[in-house]
């Protein structure tokens, strides 16, 4: 037990290494802070466009969020950070991360909120129109704010997963959790480190699984 203590346990390194994480902490908000937002908004708007626009446009979104739903996220990642450069496209590691994120993540919004606006019932919809809303009006007041209420497990199930996601910036040696955890544990010998980042996840993400838990049960007793 002292022996499992010292290796994954060690206070003295816990210690030295907290300043350090807490720094790669900061990143990883940072950067959720940037790609949930973003990812939200981008998702709702190719969801809007989806179902109010033409069938070409449809089907060019259809395609869109198909692809990167199946392109992984990691060879994603790599191809823009290392990629873009050969085009005189230099985004930075942060650019990188963040754009190739929101390239995935949005992808999943969207398909989030278009299967809650079409979970709308129609007549809601006919009644709303035959008040003289426009369809961009009906969108914005009926379904959209619906459509949320009934997504929002899903909703906040992708939030959490997307928070999970930032760990592979840790490839391309952006500073978050994982990559500050890893040059600790390098520097240190101990895996002690990894073992703190671990339970930082877990501080941040249990309360978002509680919630989602929460929103779930509620939505399965309405």
Do not use: C
């Amino acid at each position: 037990m002292d022996m499992f203590l010292q290796t994954f346990l060690n206070l003295e390194i816990l210690k030295m290494s907290f300043p350090f994480l807490l720094k790669g902490l900061g990143v990883t908000l940072l950067l959720s802070a940037v790609v949930v937002p973003v990812g939200v908004g981008t998702g709702v708007l190719m969801a809007v466009l989806a179902k109010l626009g033409s069938p070409a446009l449809r089907r060019l979104l259809t395609i869109w969020v198909d692809f990167f739903r199946a392109f992984p996220s990691l060879v994603l990642l790599i191809l823009i950070y290392y990629g873009l450069p050969f085009f005189e496209l230099n985004m930075g590691v942060m650019g990188s991360v963040v754009l190739a994120m929101v390239l995935n993540v949005s992808a999943y919004f969207a398909e989030i909120f278009r299967a809650g606006i079409s979970s709308v019932p129609h007549g809601q919809i006919e009644a709303a129109r035959a008040t003289g809303l426009r369809a961009l009006q009906v969108m914005a007041h009926v379904q959209l704010p619906q459509a949320t209420r009934n997504m929002m497990p899903d909703i906040v199930t992708n939030i959490v997963e997307t928070i999970k996601m930032t760990s592979l910036a840790s490839i391309v040696t952006l500073p978050e959790l994982l990559q500050m955890a890893r040059m600790a544990q390098g520097s240190t010998y101990s895996p002690t480190p990894l073992v703190l980042a671990a339970g930082m996840y877990f501080a941040l993400l249990f309360p978002m699984v509680q919630i989602l838990n929460y929103l779930e049960n509620r939505k399965a007793g309405a």
